[in-house]
Structures are given as C-alpha cells and as structure tokens.
C-alpha cells in the first residue's frame, strides 16, 4: 500500500468534492472515510484508477454522511449526479485549498491549524505537538475552523494577504518546529508568484529563500542550537541566498513596500555579511523602523531592541527592552542576552535559566540551559 499516494491525491480529491457541492467540513470528512476504505481494499484489489477511485468512493461517503444528517438535507438539493468514476485530470489543487482555509473568517492560528490537517495531512495530535498545546484543544480548535467554513464554496476564497500570512506561519512552523514544512510552503509560494504579480507575493518568496538558505547552520551534529553569529556561513545555500535577494531587489524596485518585503531585506542583510562582525546593523534598525510603521508588532519591536543592543550597544537595546511588555515571548532571552553582552554575568546566568523554563522546545531550552550553566561557571572559576 503506497501511502505516499494516498496523501498526495488528497487535496486534489477534497477539492472536487467541494467543487460539486459538498461543503468543507464534510467533504474532508468523507475523504478521510474513503482512505480508509482504500488501506482496507487497495492491498488485495487495487485500482487502475487510483484518484477515480478515490473520487467516488469519498463522494458515496459525503452522500450518505448528508443523508443521514438532516441538517444536510437542504444541500442535497445541489447535487446533480454522482460523478462517473474514470480517468481524473492531474492538477495540484493544494494552492486553492490554501485559499479556501484561509478565509478571512478564521483567525490566522485556525486557519493554519486546519492548513495543516486538511491540506498538510498531519495529524491532530502532530499539530498539537507542533503548537505545544493539548490534543483536545486542538480538536476543538480545528473542530471550530471546519464549522466557520463549512458553508464557504470556492467562489467565496481567502484573499490573497491571508494566504500570505498563512504561507508564512506554515513555513515558521516548518522552520523552527518538529515538523518540517518550510520547503512545502515554498514550492507553494513560488507557485503563487507564478500566478500573481504582487510585490508582497515576492516578498514572502524571498524572505523564506533567505531564511531557509540557512538552515543547514543553525543545529550542531548533535542537534542543539547554533546562535546566528557562531553559524558556519560556509554552510548556507549561497545559491538560495542569491536567488532570494535578486527576487526582492525586483520587488523593491516597485516601490510599494509591505510587511514581508521589509522582513526580507532584514534577512538579506544577515545573510549578505561574510561574519558577523560584518552585519550591517545599523541598516538593520532602520528596515526596523520601516516595519514597525507598516505593522506595529511587538515581536517587532523585540526583535528592533536586539538590533539596537548591536548597533549602538547593549543598553541602549535595554532601554528599547524595557518599553515593552515583559510576557512577550523570547522577552527574558533576549534580556539575557543584552545582560551578558553588558557585562552583568550574574543576571544574565538568572535571566537564561529563567528563559530556559519558559522555551517553546525543547532545543531552545537546552541552549538557553546550556548558556546558564556556561556564565554560572564562568563565575566559579
């Protein structure tokens, strides 16, 4: 049994389910209903026509699901026909699906956590896992997501700023937690770029290009983390690097900066400097300026504070820390941090240990454990 196969015909499936009427939450239902049918038939009897099988077995599913519901009564009403089974056209649905998930109904965190189920084909206990929250709660939140759209048609899609921010929580999600799925939100995003000529569409393009260039350098042999500035720069994918700023360049050019355009080119400056002492940081806190007047984010403003604790040291990157909400996550890391670089050893050793406890995985606490202990020992001797 090629579960492989299975998975990758999925959204393609789902999609002309909705298409011919069913409505979401349904239709991944029976969906869901005709794979399992397929682990439990294909392995003595499989079908010529794989995705045609699939098709009408799941379209069976929905049928019945509705006739069972009378709550779904009113909707049988749009069902024509049940479709022939038979040869399928080949088309990668997932990028419409995206925008069905996306729809502005859902707030950005249901929108990627049912992404993530419908169209990701995780788990809900891996989503879970990845959100670090409870299985149940995570139920219950895709459970609501499915409910907000189930009267959503293809014709009543996401727009296209929404699917950017989900793209983009999608590839963070790919990129710093257990599952990865940085390089499926990339191929999808330069499938996007293919189809739209928008500025903010290349931004995103971009800044996950850079990001993604250096992933090879972020974790030690043994897994632990590795601070941007001891990363081995020959590690990076120069030739992501390159492809990434010639893309914002020619964004830029437009001149109708957004949000991921201004990320970009912060992550472009990182990865153009050949050391970190070379970081041009001071640059930096500008593009920094430049974001917060398009979004007034306080990671933005967290992250603005570490650019300023190098460009015109630590404490005046305190100064800008202590303006801002203490909660914020990475907030006590990033207070260690500029502790250490200030010489206070003993609080940043406090401020880490403290971090450490508050990490959202397991490798950032280690590391920020690992700091801890390095500065406690350093003390000692």
């Not at 995206?98 to 189920?117: D, K, N, Q």
């Not at 939140?141 to 014709?155: L, N, P």
């Not at 632990?224 to 690097?241: G, N, Y």
Request: with cysteine.
């Amino acid at each position: 049994m090629d579960e492989a196969l299975l998975r990758s015909l999925t959204p393609s499936v789902l999609t002309i389910l909705v298409r011919r009427g069913a409505d979401f939450a349904a239709a991944e239902d029976a969906v869901q209903d005709a794979l399992i049918e397929a682990l439990r038939v294909w392995p003595a009897d499989p079908p010529r026509d794989a995705k045609g099988w699939l098709v009408t077995a799941a379209w069976r599913k929905f049928l019945d699901q509705a006739r069972a519901d009378s709550a779904r009564r009113r909707r049988e009403d749009l069902v024509d026909e049940e479709p022939a089974p038979g040869l399928t056209p080949d088309v990668d649905d997932t990028l419409q699906l995206y925008f069905l998930c996306a729809h502005p109904s859902l707030t950005p965190s249901s929108a990627v956590a049912l992404t993530l189920r419908a169209v990701g084909g995780l788990t809900t206990r891996q989503i879970a896992q990845a959100y670090l929250v409870p299985e149940a709660t995570m139920a219950q939140r895709i459970s609501r997501a499915k409910r907000t759209v189930s009267g959503v048609r293809f014709d009543q899609p996401g727009d296209v700023a929404t699917v950017l921010r989900v793209l983009y929580l999608v590839f963070n999600e790919g990129y710093s937690g257990d599952v990865d799925l940085s390089a499926e939100a990339i191929r999808l995003t330069r499938q996007l770029a293919g189809a739209i000529d928008h500025p903010e569409v290349a931004g995103l393009l971009a800044l996950m290009l850079l990001h993604h260039a250096r992933r090879a350098g972020r974790t030690a042999p043994d897994g632990s983390l590795v601070p941007l500035a001891e990363q081995d720069r020959s590690r990076w994918d120069t030739a992501a690097i390159a492809e990434g700023i010639g893309i914002l360049q020619t964004a830029l050019a437009r001149d109708r900066l957004g949000e991921f355009q201004a990320q970009a080119a912060i992550a472009a400056l990182h990865a153009d400097a050949l050391t970190a002492e070379e970081t041009d940081w001071v640059q930096i806190v500008e593009w920094y300026d430049e974001l917060l007047l398009l979004t007034d984010n306080p990671v933005v403003r967290l992250n603005r504070a570490v650019a300023v604790g190098e460009a015109d040291g630590p404490r005046a990157g305190l100064a800008e820390l202590a303006a801002l909400d203490d909660s914020l996550p990475r907030h006590t890391a990033v207070a260690a941090y500029l502790h250490e670089r200030d010489g206070d050893a003993e609080t940043a050793a406090r401020l880490y240990a403290e971090a450490a406890r508050r990490a959202p995985n397991l490798a950032e606490r280690d590391h920020l454990t690992r700091q801890a202990a390095r500065l406690n020992a350093d003390r000692r001797r």
